[in-house]
């Protein structure tokens, strides 16, 4: 039996027409475990180097080591080709009639498209595989001399074919083989290895959960069954929104896609609207070639040239919000009009933060706007701006639904306080359960006792604590109690030995094994429970929530959605 792909059934399962369902059935059943059969294949690619990104598709790819590739289209139902108007049509069981696409052109083009595309790989050598294609009518007999020039008996398996349907495919190959051979080093079989990379690698991603506390070994943790199928499904889509609460691995997607994008040999932007997470997208991504990683206002200020021309921000306060609104991203949208800098996809974490004109500047940057490939991650229950633009895409959005962030005993709380998460699944282990320390006698002892705790009896490194307040460090209590904590030092910086300080919204995106939560007094009520659920889902392993976080926690709403969102 030959190796398929996928290897449970057609994609589409029962909504998969009648007429692929049978020659999937029948290759599997047909050919050798040495051949390699894709059903429902998409690819993105360019037929030629400097061709806009187009999108490639194919009924069947068949493929042997030894004897090459075959690209087939399928047609069931009768079929109709009119030289007078250049137009086919086929004729479904209930006699009604349907245009159809050329089905000889597709199959050739898309060939063509899929040997630029192995083309593009790092194996890829001078040299030619066998490839050719063909068209498959199960359902009729075709005419003898073919529906058209370009469309003869001899690229066509019809109804005559059926009773030895993979015997016929594995001529048509053999018969492409005598009319085109091999070319140059060939059978060193570059083209099966960059083959198997683009159709058949595992789509699988793990990340590294820390658990230094209580002597718990590091694990990996794959991602759940419906996050493979989000995987498998951006493989195919050119554009794509993607909806998560905290802690489903949108970052973690976001990266994988753009290494994904950038092994295919395209240059991909990957920005969000939070400093700290761009800085860490961008150290992540360093040593990912075609892959630029900038959060987005570092990136205006990067492509303007803003820094070396002398440009700065005004001082005052309205000044200061119309430049980081507006200002930065016509910097950009300028400059890349006078520079031509394009990119051929874009990834963005955190969509919900980005205001409309961003998004013009961002699509100002595609080398096909308004086509480009874009895949946006975000989760509404952590927008910042009252003001950004709506989610393109959004109301279709799949929806990322299983946590490996949190341990259990954190999930479970984070359940109580954000309705969204409800029907989010847990992988992780249990963990400690959350703790709430009061503010007894005060904060500055309060505050030692639980580091003392967590750092000296527990075993615990200070650069796995942070400590995230409602406000920015520079206006919060904790980074004025100094000595008063020793010999724990603080720092909003990242410094080595040092309990981090960081404000709730700017480490949004960030993760730690040991989150503090304090600081959340003096907000109004929705306010105080999105500060509360930002903060708390970016402990990995234990979270403890400090006195004035305690208080100000709101009792958990009703689950709403943003209008014209539906889940």
């Known amino acids: 039996m030959a190796r398929m792909i996928p290897a449970n059934g057609p994609r589409g399962g029962s909504d998969c027409p009648r007429s ?42 068949v493929a042997h080591a030894e004897h090459g590739l075959l690209v087939l289209e399928v047609k069931g139902g009768g079929i109709r080709y009119d030289p007078s108007t ?97 070319v140059g080093n060939a059978p060193s079989r570059w083209w099966w290895r960059a083959f198997e990379d683009l159709f058949l690698a595992p789509r699988e991603a793990k990340v590294l959960l820390r658990q ?24 195919r889509v050119r554009r794509v929104a993607v909806y998560g609460p905290a802690g489903t691995g949108k970052t973690l997607l976001a990266m994988h896609k753009a290494r994904q994008l950038a092994a295919q040999g395209m240059n991909v932007l990957l920005t969000c609207y939070n400093k700290a997470l761009g800085h860490h997208l961008r150290d992540a991504m360093a040593d990912v070639p075609n892959v630029k990683a900038l959060h987005f206002h570092e990136l205006c200020y990067e492509i303007a040239d803003l820094r070396s021309k002398g440009v700065e921000k005004p001082t005052d306060r309205e000044g200061a919000d119309h430049w980081f609104n507006a200002d930065l991203a016509q910097h950009l949208i300028d400059a890349a009009a006078e520079r031509g800098l394009q990119y051929d996809a874009i990834v963005v974490d955190e969509a919900q933060d980005f205001l409309a004109l961003w998004w013009q500047a961002l699509e100002s940057l595609c080398t096909d706007p308004g086509r480009s490939i874009r895949y946006l991650f975000f989760d509404d229950a952590q927008r910042l701006r009252p003001d950004a633009a709506p989610v ?12 490996w962030r949190n341990t259990r005993h954190i999930h479970d709380h984070l359940l109580e306080v954000q309705p969204r998460l409800r029907g ?54 904790v980074m004025t109690l100094g000595g008063q904590i020793s010999p724990f030092r603080l720092t909003a910086q990242d410094e080595p030995g040092c309990i981090r300080v960081r404000g709730v919204y700017s480490f949004k995106g960030m993760e730690a094994p040991v989150v503090i939560l304090t600081e959340l007094d003096g907000y109004a009520p929705d306010r105080a429970r999105q500060l509360y659920y930002v903060g708390a889902s970016r402990a990995i392993h234990h979270l403890i929530v400090l006195g004035d976080a305690i208080v100000t926690l709101p009792e958990a709403a009703p689950a709403t959605l943003p209008q014209g969102e539906t889940r």
């Open 392 to 403: 393109e895409g959004a109301e279709h959005a799949i929806e990322l639904q299983t946590n």
């Open 20 to 61: 692929e369902a049978w020659v999937y059935d029948q290759l599997r059943r047909g050919l050798g475990p040495d051949w390699i059969v894709v059903h429902a294949a998409r690819w993105v690619g360019r037929s030629r180097p400097n061709e806009p990104l187009r999108d490639g598709e194919a009924d069947f790819l």
């Open 212 to 235: 230094r506390i209580a002597d718990e070994q590091a694990q990996l943790v794959a991602l759940s069954e419906h996050q493979m199928e989000v995987l498998d499904m951006l493989g």
């Open 86 to 182: 250049d137009r086919w049509t086929s004729t479904d069981g209930t006699g009604a009639v349907h245009p159809v696409r050329d089905p000889y052109r597709q199959s050739e083009q898309s060939m063509h498209v899929l040997m630029a595309k192995l083309g593009e790989s790092p194996h890829a050598t001078p040299s030619r595989p066998v490839h050719g294609h063909g068209v498959v009518f199960p359902d009729i007999q075709a005419p003898t001399r073919g529906f058209a020039p370009h469309a003869p008996s001899e690229l066509t398996l019809d109804l005559s074919a059926r009773d030895h349907f993979p015997q016929a495919v594995e001529q048509l190959l053999a018969a492409w083989g005598r009319r085109y051979p091999s």
């Open 424 to 477: 989010v699944r847990c992988i992780s282990p249990p963990g400690a359960p959350v703790e709430f320390v009061p503010l007894r006698p005060n904060l500055p002892r309060s505050l030692k006792r639980v580091l003392d705790r967590i750092c000296h009896e527990g075993g615990v490194r200070p650069d796995d604590v942070v400590i995230l307040v409602g406000r920015s460090p520079a206006k919060s209590k």
